[in-house]
């Protein structure tokens, strides 16, 4: 069984900063898409940023702020988050997909960026 663990949310001023990480445990995983998505009150899970072995994607709403990245070993994924601005206030999620099919969705991890 995989489960993934999320850290480092928390409440920031706007114009702050805040890293996310998400880790693998249980079982290995040999993952080909790993991503960060959120979800603001009232409004529908959206994709911030992904990651893939050769390409990166970011919302238009993100680009130029945060950062998705790895572990060399690829069980852990990172959002690094910076000038965070009040709508980007929401529960952050991080999920998996992996070579044999299988996915895997994190718990979700508040984010709250104060005006």
């Known amino acids: 069984q995989v489960r993934l663990v999320e850290s480092g949310g928390g409440s920031v001023q706007s114009g702050g900063s805040l890293r996310l990480s998400c880790a693998a445990s249980g079982r290995s995983i040999s993952p080909n898409f790993m991503g960060w998505y959120r979800q603001a009150p009232g409004k529908q899970r959206e994709l911030v940023a992904t990651?893939?072995?050769?390409?990166?994607v970011y919302a238009d709403s993100v680009k130029g702020r945060f950062t998705i990245s790895t572990n060399d070993a690829k069980n852990t994924v990172y959002l690094q988050m910076n000038s965070l601005l009040p709508e980007d206030t929401a529960v952050y999620y991080c999920?998996?997909?992996?070579?044999?099919?299988?996915?895997?969705w994190g718990a979700g991890s508040q984010v709250t960026v104060l005006s």
């Open positions: 999920h998996v997909a992996c070579v044999d099919s299988s996915w895997y």
């Open positions: 990651i893939t072995s050769d390409r990166t």
